[in-house]
């Protein structure tokens, strides 16, 4: 009798929510080599350099790179919330070489749901970076 009050109490609590951390677009960055630029910053590029956004095809992706770090369980599971939240009606930006430099979530998205394009910009030349990183960062 004990034994089942015991599990009815434990039926009846609500077990805790795991936090997933969120990331803010402030937070947004691209890096190159030693370059650091933050998403805003490629925006406001987009906007001086007046571009208007084209349909990148998917199937032109490559899958090979990883645009983020999933080092352990809690890194993944934020990178899928990312994923999951990442607005696909929001064009990608695309560095003056063709590199994802803003947007990974969004083709990840755009993959899963099978789209065969998404919209992109692609940068004429990169704007001044924000920081400069040493090699040890």
């Not at 947004?28 to 805003?40: L, P, R």
């Not at 490629?42 to 490559?62: G, N, Q, T």
């Not at 899963?112 to 030349?125: F, H, S, V, W």
Request: charged share 30%; hydrophobic share 40%.
């Amino acid at each position: 009798k004990q034994y089942l009050k015991m599990i009815f109490q434990f039926n009846n609590m609500k077990p805790p929510v795991v936090e997933v951390k969120k990331l803010d677009f402030s937070e947004s960055h691209y890096v190159k080599d030693t370059k650091k630029w933050f998403a805003s910053t490629l925006y406001e590029e987009v906007k001086k350099e007046k571009l208007e956004p084209f349909e990148f095809p998917l199937a032109a992706f490559d899958l090979t790179i990883m645009g983020f770090s999933t080092s352990d369980m809690e890194s993944f599971i934020f990178q899928c919330k990312r994923v999951f939240n990442a607005d696909t009606s929001i064009p990608i930006i695309l560095d003056d070489s063709g590199a994802v430099a803003d947007g990974f979530h969004r083709v990840c998205k755009a993959i899963i749901e099978g789209k065969r394009t998404i919209k992109a910009y692609r940068l004429n030349r990169m704007p001044e970076e924000d920081e400069t990183l040493d090699r040890g960062e």
